[in-house]
T-cell receptor
Framework: DAKTTQPPSMDCAEGRAANLPCNHS???????VYWYRQIHSQGPQYIIH???NNETNEMASLIITEDRKSSTLILPHATLRDTAVYYC??????????????FGQGTILTVHP | DTAVSQTPKYLVTQMGNDKSIKCEQN?????MYWYKQDSKKFLKIMFS???????INETVPNRFSPKSPDKAHLNLHINSLELGDSAVYFC??????????????FGSGTRLTVV
């Protein structure tokens, strides 16, 4: 699976948009970009995933560049409860890895009042 | 209504003991996983089962033995526990290949402390 690079930490003011970048320059054609987050002491939580097109759900938006070498997770109106470690993961949905997710260090997002 | 449930939530045991962690999911998923999160917070996959069949077996000591009696359950048995086994163990499930709208669903974790 392709490796990802994320900033170790970011801050955001409550109510503002949080934009979390991720570089995945070695992504291959059949690999998806997944975002998960882990709130302190809890299990990771799925946020969103995409292949080529931008995606939006009730939690967030995912913007993937045209060359697919980077992406940005957007939390449109961050709240204090969004403080967590955010993981950007690249993984193929099938094949021999059978959906294996390889977690990196992630980005610690701290939302301030 | 818990989707992926693990028991126990906390486990404190002495070196050399044998212990089991249980995991059950009620999502109808075919694939289940065990992940380990160490003190440095890295999450690493240990095992993956699809419909009771072992699919992924990472470099894990053979003291760790997963067992899947049916596709809704994936238990983890650990023999001869060592200090380095202390970690948080997460169970997860997904549709085959990790696909599907909701990706993986993780349990809340089992914090294992070996003393």
């Amino acid at each position: 699976d392709a490796k990802t690079t994320q900033p170790p930490s970011m801050d955001c003011a409550e109510g503002r948009a949080a934009n979390l970048p991720c570089n995945h320059s070695t992504i291959s054609g059949n690999e998806y970009v997944y975002w998960y987050r882990q709130i302190h002491s809890q299990g990771p939580q799925y946020i969103i995933h995409g292949l080529k097109n931008n995606e939006t759900n009730e939690m967030a938006s995912l913007i993937i560049t045209e060359d697919r070498k980077s992406s940005t997770l957007i939390l449109p109106h961050a709240t204090l409860r969004d403080t967590a470690v955010y993981y950007c993961i690249v993984s193929s949905a099938g094949g021999t890895s059978y959906g294996k997710l390889t977690f990196g260090q992630g980005t610690i997002l701290t939302v301030h009042p | 209504d818990t989707a992926v449930s693990q028991t126990p939530k906390y486990l404190v045991t002495q070196m050399g003991n044998d212990k089991s962690i249980k995991c059950e999911q009620n999502l109808g998923h075919d694939t289940m996983y065990w992940y380990k999160q160490d003190s440095k917070k890295f999450l690493k996959i240990m095992f993956s089962y699809n419909n009771k069949e072992l699919i992924i077996n990472e470099t894990v000591p053979n003291r760790f033995s997963p067992k899947s009696p049916d596709k809704a359950h994936l238990n983890l048995h650990i023999n001869s526990l060592e200090l380095g086994d202390s970690a948080v163990y997460f169970c997860a499930s997904s549709l085959p290949g990790g696909s599907g709208y909701y990706g993986y669903t993780f349990g809340s974790g089992t914090r294992l402390t070996v003393v």
